[in-house]
């Protein structure tokens, strides 16, 4: 069992960048995958951005390849996600979830086991 804690989220004005953060705790495994997704009012749940735990291989979505950057501080145990240049879409609540039995960073929400509790991104034009 893994807890997941996001934090970072906030109002930001069009064009600026903020960090999320997401620390684990309990079990951890090499064979992890840790990933972003994000939900806005009225949306499905999307996927952002995932990342290997032991490799750092990442993935990301088309609408925020080039604006986004996914890492993760393994002595940590936190995942974060950089976020740049942010556009008004990008308004959701994120939310990042542990993948315990993969070496692929998987896009898909269903591969994932635990989850976090959300975080509200804001940004206003």
């Known amino acids: 069992q893994v807890e997941l804690v996001e934090s970072g989220g906030g109002l930001v004005q069009a064009g600026g960048s903020l960090r999320l953060s997401c620390a684990a705790s309990?079990?951890?495994?090499?064979?992890?995958?840790m990933g972003w997704f994000r939900q806005a009012p009225g949306k499905e749940r999307e996927f952002v951005a995932a990342?290997?735990?032991?490799?750092?291989?990442?993935n990301y979505a088309d609408s925020v390849k080039g604006r986004f950057t996914i890492s993760r501080d393994n002595a940590e145990n936190t995942v974060y996600l950089q976020m740049n240049s942010l556009k008004p879409e990008d308004t959701a609540v994120y939310y990042c979830?542990?993948?315990?039995?993969?070496?692929?960073?998987?896009?898909?929400?269903?591969?994932?086991?635990?989850w976090g509790q959300g975080t509200q991104v804001t940004v206003s034009s």
């Open positions: 309990g079990r951890t495994s090499s064979n992890s995958a």
């Open positions: 979830a542990v993948d315990l039995r993969t070496l692929v960073p998987s896009i898909n929400a269903y591969d994932y086991d635990y």
């Open positions: 990342i290997s735990w032991s490799r750092g291989s990442t």
